[in-house]
């Protein structure tokens, strides 16, 4: 870790928010790609790819690399530029660490086996996928909430740093 600055920089606060947004979007348009693949196992790849996937399937595709492309850049930045010291103490500050290494792993693999399941129709890899997206819903859920927590009882201006 590098400096130890009060805030995240304005590129990693813009990738915070445009991740969130990017997870959003594939955790809301996941029917396409699930029907798409779907279709791929019951009536064979020749229909699958002749019937061709629908755009909202694609879109769920390239977003969902565009994640894990940000991810990389993120994990580039924070590995030169550093992050602002924990800001509780003890077991608080390592739960909130391991939080956001958790975050860190998921946003990449999830990505990972969507492709895998995607371009080579693996079904492992496509339940891998699913049960990792859930995962990670729970990490956001207690992120989330840990954030608000700063915010509104410690109110001691955590939220201030992943601020635009
Ligand atoms: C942040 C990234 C992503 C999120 C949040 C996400 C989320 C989801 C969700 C919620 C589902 C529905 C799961 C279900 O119905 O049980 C799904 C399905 C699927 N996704 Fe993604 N996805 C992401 C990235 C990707 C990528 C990059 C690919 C491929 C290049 C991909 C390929 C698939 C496929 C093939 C399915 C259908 C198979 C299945 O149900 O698991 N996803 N995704
Ligand atoms: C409204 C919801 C959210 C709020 C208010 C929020 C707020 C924050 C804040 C204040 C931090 C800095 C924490 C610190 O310095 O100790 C942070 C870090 C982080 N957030 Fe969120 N967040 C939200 C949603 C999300 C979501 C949905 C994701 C994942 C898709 C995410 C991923 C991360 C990661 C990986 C970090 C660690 C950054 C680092 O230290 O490199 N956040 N968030």
């Not at 010291?85 to 003890?90: E, K, N, V, Y």
């Not at 739960?95 to 693996?122: D, K, N, R, S, T």
């Amino acid at each position: 870790m590098a400096a130890t600055q009060d805030r995240y920089s304005t590129a990693q606060i813009v990738l915070h928010w445009l991740i969130v947004a990017l997870f959003a979007f594939n955790y809301i348009v996941s029917d396409p790609i699930a029907e798409a693949f779907e279709a791929f196992w019951e009536e064979g790849a020749a229909a699958a790819r002749a019937a061709g996937p629908g755009l909202a399937a694609q879109a769920h595709v390239w977003v969902g690399i565009a994640v894990m492309v940000l991810m990389v850049v993120r994990l580039g930045l924070r590995s030169t530029r550093g992050a602002p010291p924990p800001a509780g103490t003890g077991w608080l500050a390592r739960a909130a660490h391991l939080g956001h290494l958790a975050l860190y792993g998921l946003l990449l693999v999830i990505p990972m086996a969507g492709m895998v399941a995607w371009f080579q129709g693996e079904e492992t890899a496509a339940e891998v996928h699913g049960v990792l997206v859930n995962l990670a819903l729970a990490v956001i859920a207690v992120h989330t909430a840990a954030a608000l927590y700063h915010h509104f009882v410690l109110k001691d201006g955590l939220l201030g740093r992943m601020r635009p």
